[in-house]
């Protein structure tokens, strides 16, 4: 079935250092999210791309969606410690009847004072 | 607006124990899903609906059952408790699973002895 694979799955840095998130489909996607989840708490929408090639920015958070909407990424510039937490993305998936939103294994960002 | 909230939000069961979790959300959504959360394996989708009297099984939809009588509530039922069973559930629900925010519920944190 399909997948979405995110890597890495842990990342530790410096504060003030920057820091990147992968995923990849293995099929086209017509859009993609991206979802922060804070320590013990939920996952929280941060953006969806719809375009080939779309690049969006939210202050430091830059998501970009490949030219082939198969894969994806998020820069964090200058990582703070309020950015600590797990970013997950995720793609739609309608195959036969299914409707489903898949989610990838996440990214856990530790960001060391 | 509450949003989506979850019940309860902490429990512990014994083996072969049958509970509910509950979930539900003033947003007038459609779309409603169940996922667990569990170390190193992300958000994996166990049922879903696409609306009210519509569920369809996720990715792990062993020992969980759905229903969905109203397009607000969309409880999930754990038939015999096991120990793989232990994890943090999540609800969320959404106008649409393809191309509209997810809003997550807070999570019920499950515990099978």
């Known amino acids: 079935g399909q997948q979405v694979m995110q890597i890495p799955q842990y990342q530790h840095v410096q504060e003030g250092e920057d820091f990147t998130t992968y995923c990849n489909s293995s099929?086209?996607?017509?859009?993609i999210q991206w979802y922060k989840q804070r320590p013990g708490g939920h996952p929280v929408f941060l953006i969806q791309l719809v375009k080939s090639g779309e690049v969006k920015k939210q202050k430091r958070l830059t998501f970009q969606f490949g030219e082939a909407k198969k894969n994806s990424s998020l820069h964090i510039t200058a990582t703070q410690t309020t950015d600590v937490g797990t970013y997950f993305c995720?793609?739609?998936?309608?195959?036969?009847?299914?409707?489903?939103?898949?989610f990838g294994s996440g990214t856990q960002l530790t960001v060391l004072p | 607006n509450a949003g989506v909230t979850q019940t309860p939000k902490f429990q512990v069961l014994k083996t072969g124990q049958s509970m509910t979790l509950q979930c539900a959300q003033d947003m007038n959504h459609e779309y409603m899903s169940w996922y667990r959360q569990d170390p190193g394996m992300g958000l994996r989708l166990i049922h879903y609906?696409?609306?009210?009297?519509?569920?369809d099984q996720g990715e792990v939809p062993n020992g969980y059952n759905v229903s969905r009588s109203t397009t607000e509530d969309f409880p999930l039922r754990l038939l015999s408790a096991a120990p793989s069973q232990t994890s943090v559930y999540f609800c969320?629900?959404?106008?649409?699973?393809?191309?509209?925010?997810?809003?997550f519920g807070p999570g019920t944190r499950l515990t099978v002895l």
């Open positions: 969320a629900s959404s106008r649409d699973y393809r191309t509209d925010t997810q809003y």
């Open positions: 995720a793609g739609p998936i309608s195959s036969g009847s299914a409707r489903q939103l898949t």
């Open positions: 609906s696409v609306g009210a009297g519509i569920t």
């Open positions: 099929t086209t996607l017509s859009n």
